[in-house]
């Protein structure tokens, strides 16, 4: 590996391991040199993205980091509900709709009506929901399975986005400003949302208040790149402002 390669997959396993890093368990599962893996941590150290600890490293408390499906599902469950329902609402009523992995993007597939679409998503756990609605066609990428996320993010999974043209993205994010745009985890997490969205005709991001604000490891797109974004009634107003500014539409719920 090279050292940007070595210092996505530390941040990966840390996100893997709610946050917390072993300089001895990253030498082994890297096959490198311990004194290779302090200074790839020292490296993000000084990116602000982790801070060094006795031993090892945790990601820094500004680093939107992931914790488990499970665990997210049992969060802001209001405001993820208010969110969903007026994703739905830019549903075409005869087309083809892209739904992103995680915790929110499963909260809009519960809502989703039983119309005459197809969604075309990575995210497993929602496909049973959508199965409950008949008149729903449901199509799984394929890739492997992140244990986090319960998405499918690799090379395959890019590989089938990039042969696809869909009338709709509902897109989810670890982060948001207007300087950094739509941000994520890890590098496949980003690769395969990216791709998402340059298959879309039209671009929305749901994304909860908490994350508005928030800038995390890898860029997914730029603010103009979207069309819309949907997010909940605790954004601040100059944040707002400055999201309206940069060009989608802002809804808040």
Not at 14 to 42: F, N, P
Not at 125 to 133: E, G, K, N, Y
Not at 199 to 222: E, N, P, Q, W
Request: hydrophobic letters at 45%; glycine letters at 6%; proline letters at 4%.
């Amino acid at each position: 590996m090279y050292p940007a390669e070595r210092q996505s997959a530390i941040v990966a396993a840390a996100h893997e391991h709610d946050g917390v890093l072993s300089v001895a368990s990253l030498s082994s599962e890297l096959a490198v040199t311990t004194e290779t893996i302090r200074r790839d941590l020292a490296a993000l150290e000084r990116q602000g993205i982790i801070v060094r600890t006795h031993g090892g490293a945790r990601l820094a408390h500004g680093m939107p980091f992931e914790i488990s499906l499970a665990k997210r599902q049992a969060e802001e469950a209001d405001e993820k509900r208010r969110i969903a329902l007026r994703a739905v609402k830019e549903l075409p009523s005869d087309g083809v709709v892209l739904l992103d992995s995680g915790s929110l993007a499963l909260v809009t597939a519960s809502v989703f009506p039983d119309a005459s679409i197809i969604v075309v998503t990575n995210n497993l756990p929602a496909i049973p929901v959508l199965r409950q609605r008949p008149n729903v066609s449901v199509m799984a990428l394929p890739g492997r399975v992140r244990t986090i996320s319960q998405g499918a993010v690799d090379e395959w999974t890019r590989q089938r986005l990039s042969t696809l043209n869909v009338d709709l993205v509902l897109l989810g994010s670890n982060g948001l400003t207007a300087s950094a745009g739509v941000t994520t985890t890890i590098p496949d997490e980003a690769e395969v949302k990216r791709a998402m969205l340059l298959s879309a005709k039209r671009r929305v991001l749901t994304i909860t208040a908490s994350k508005v604000g928030l800038t995390s490891f890898c860029h997914v797109a730029d603010l103009a790149e979207l069309d819309m974004i949907i997010t909940d009634s605790r954004i601040e107003r100059e944040t707002a402002d400055e999201l309206h500014a940069g060009g989608p539409e802002l809804v808040v719920v």
